[in-house]
């Protein structure tokens, strides 16, 4: 046999050894995709809260004034808002949901602030700024309030209504325009 010939025969052999690798890894890897794949995805993976039409879970904490607070709590209509600090669009939103929360009271709504927080953040400029107008409450992350609402990104808004279903949802300043604070503050009422 020549030297080409034991060279194409070589060729042949590595590449049926490489074909019979390949396709066991193929193997391997569908076998531990399978293994991982969560068997409980989460409710609403591409929301940062719940979604219009869910009720608000229960929760009972204690508000950063020191008083207890549950969902029984949330009477009437409600805005929501869950902040954590060193976000920047966190910061950015605060300054408006401060502003429309401060003109809830006069069309007997409520407002709730939740500010998410790691041990070492520094929570001083949220709690200034979202106290005279909110129930604020600070909790770490996946606390009992973010859980009741579903929240898992910061910012995230949430309009409740009085039988503690969600109105309007989302992240951006846009759930704000679903308060009729607008008309009310216009008409002086």
Known sequence: MSVLGVAVVMVGLVAAVNLILTTAVIRRLRVLAEQ??????????????????????EFAVEDAAGAALSHTDL??????????????PCQALLPRFADRAGALPAIGWQALAVIVVD???????????????????????HGPVQTAFGADAYPALAVV??????????????????LPVRSAVATGA
């Open 119 to 141: 041990p070492d953040d520094d929570v001083d400029e949220y709690r200034r700024l979202l106290a005279p107008v909110a129930r604020v409450v600070v909790e770490a992350p």
């Open 75 to 88: 009477a009437g209509s409600v805005l929501a808002g869950f902040f954590t600090p060193g976000c920047e």
């Open 161 to 178: 209504d009085p039988d503690r279903t969600i109105v309007a949802s989302g992240t951006d300043a846009t759930v704000l325009e679903a």
């Open 36 to 57: 991982t794949t969560d068997p409980h995805p989460a409710r609403f993976p591409a929301q940062a809260i719940l979604p219009p039409g869910e009720r608000v879970g």
